[in-house]
């Protein structure tokens, strides 16, 4: 079985429902939720004039292979609405795939682990609720580590 970290995240619409239905869909057709981190408001990284996201991570036992799991994470983005229209623009639901296993993949359309997870509060805030010591396969620095270190300055604030 393989073990996936998800981002969820959405800045339009209800948020918190898009989150849930894209949780629900995870479920039906990626694999098993077996950790969530709790929701988090953040600031807009790369396009800042927009609304506040909510973001969470998940952790996902699935049988798909890196590709089958990018094809079903983009396929549930279109179920629940997503239009794509600008690079870090606003959005309905995200789903960005940060790791699968400790695997290290370089594709023109799939890298894993993600690309800018060290350069993200609100990725490292809520990966490292739930993967403190999980380490990054390329960095080899704990989730928590690259958290601590992030020069980030977007406020990224948990929801009670």
């Given at each position: 079985m393989n073990q996936t970290y998800l981002l969820l995240g959405?800045?339009?619409g209800k948020p918190l429902e898009q989150l849930a239905e894209a949780r629900i869909q995870i479920e039906h057709h990626i694999g098993r939720l077996t950790?969530?981190?709790?929701?988090?408001?953040s600031e807009a990284w790369g396009l800042e004039d927009q609304p506040n996201f909510?973001?969470?991570?998940?952790?996902?036992?699935?049988?798909?292979s890196p590709?089958?799991?990018?094809?079903?994470?983009?396929?549930i983005e279109t179920n629940l609405g997503r239009v794509r229209h600008e690079?870090?623009?606003a959005?309905?639901?995200?789903?960005?795939?940060?790791?699968?296993?400790?695997?290290?993949?370089?594709q023109e359309n799939l890298t894993i682990p993600h690309p800018y997870i060290q350069e993200r509060n609100f990725v490292l805030a809520p990966l490292a609720e739930i993967?403190?010591?999980?380490?990054?396969p390329v960095l080899h620095k704990t989730n928590l580590v690259l958290f601590q270190n992030c020069k980030d300055?977007?406020?990224?604030?948990?929801?009670?």
């Open positions: 959405a800045n339009l950790k969530a981190s709790g929701l988090y408001e909510i973001n969470q991570v998940i952790k996902v036992e699935t049988i798909l590709d089958d799991l990018l094809k079903q994470t983009q396929q690079k870090w623009g959005r309905l639901i995200d789903i960005d795939i940060l790791y699968y296993n400790n695997s290290c993949i370089n993967a403190a010591d999980f380490e990054h300055s977007l406020s990224v604030n948990i929801l009670k």
